[in-house]
């Protein structure tokens, strides 16, 4: 009886053991390369961390890693097409544009991602995920195949409609559109043990080109800003709009305007009891009319304060801090315009 219990105490140890120690021989995917899931049929990621669903996670990422790598080269053109579709958003809000593009692209292909095999070295656990390249090719062409027939119907309603608001809409909807065609297209080639993509039948520098062009022969905005420092903050907004690509009317053009924005800019003094210091308060008022039919698209009204010890430098201070406010505000009630929101 003593025995056959000390039989199954060193049975048990040497269970532990085995769980414990390194295994005698590694599955070859341990370093990339696997007999079962060869490179031309598959594409894959192995993960290494202190747990199994840890070790799942990081080999996932290193699958979404060669995506990410190839679609960062390609950042620095989609900067420029983001600008011109979010035109009038902030910076903040053109860079959640690009985070999103990038995001949604990779987390498609790696939806397609499976979680094949798991192996543990005694503390280090491994997994490994593969993406199979004819599944994943099919899935991405169709979808690009989708993006093309979206891009055609948008291109030629923004050619075609007489509606200018119409025609803005459809070249930002197709501007939008190329983008994720192209982030789509990116993955494809990666997908492709070739490297080899969709050639798209429309340029998106010749779309993009093309809305420029149409916008600055056929739109114009005006500003008119009433106050003493009026013309000061005029000027701000015109330049703002103008870096931002609107096409604001310079006066020479005396047709009237698509949008129009006007309004006033007030500066007040402001005595505080006890306060050695002068305090001047801005108050800015300012609306964006659709000239045909004086339709508001949108209001600016914002105010605030500020304070020096100089009477002059507190107006100065003033019309500094009012400025960013205004040129934020207009140019995204004009982004939300173009866009219908």
Not at 142 to 169: C, G, H, Q, V
Not at 230 to 249: A, K, R
């Amino acid at each position: 009886m003593r025995l056959h219990t000390h039989r199954m105490i060193v049975l048990f140890i040497a269970l532990l053991l085995a769980n414990t120690i390194a295994f005698a021989k590694p599955p070859d995917w341990v370093n990339g390369q696997s007999n079962r899931f060869p490179d031309g049929l598959y594409l894959v990621g192995v993960g290494q961390a202190n747990s199994r669903d840890r070790a799942k996670s990081d080999a996932l990422a290193s699958i979404a890693k060669i995506f990410r790598a190839r679609i960062e080269q390609q950042t620095t053109d989609w900067e420029k097409y983001i600008q011109i579709e979010s035109r009038g958003k902030t910076e903040i809000e053109q860079k959640k544009a690009m985070e999103s593009l990038t995001d949604i692209s990779t987390d498609k292909v790696i939806e397609g991602a499976q979680i094949i095999e798991t192996a543990q070295d005694g503390a280090i656990y491994y997994a490994l995920a593969v993406i199979d390249r004819l599944q994943a090719k099919a899935s991405l062409t169709e979808r690009i195949t989708d993006f093309d027939e979206k891009i055609n119907a948008s291109i030629e309603l923004a050619r075609n409609t007489p509606d200018k608001l119409s025609r803005i809409k459809n070249y930002k909807r197709t501007i939008n559109t190329f983008l994720r065609r192209d982030a789509a297209n990116i993955d494809l080639q990666v997908i492709s043990v070739k490297g080899n993509g969709i050639h798209p039948a429309v340029s998106l520098t010749k779309v993009a080109q093309e809305f420029d062009e149409w916008l600055a022969k056929n739109f114009s905005i005006d500003v008119k800003i009433n106050g003493t420092n009026g013309p000061v903050v005029q000027q701000t907004i015109i330049e703002s709009l103008l870096q931002e690509g609107f096409p604001v009317n310079d006066g020479s053009d005396t047709a009237s305007p698509d949008l129009f924005v006007k309004g006033d800019v007030t500066l007040s003094p402001v005595k505080l009891p006890g306060k050695p210091f002068n305090y001047v308060r801005w108050c800015v008022d300012l609306a964006i009319l659709e000239t045909k039919g004086n339709k508001i698209v949108g209001v600016v009204q914002k105010s605030g304060r500020e304070g020096h010890i100089s009477a002059e430098e507190a107006e100065a201070r003033a019309i500094r801090a009012l400025q960013p406010v205004i040129i934020a505000d207009v140019g995204g009630r004009i982004a939300e315009y173009f866009t219908g929101e």
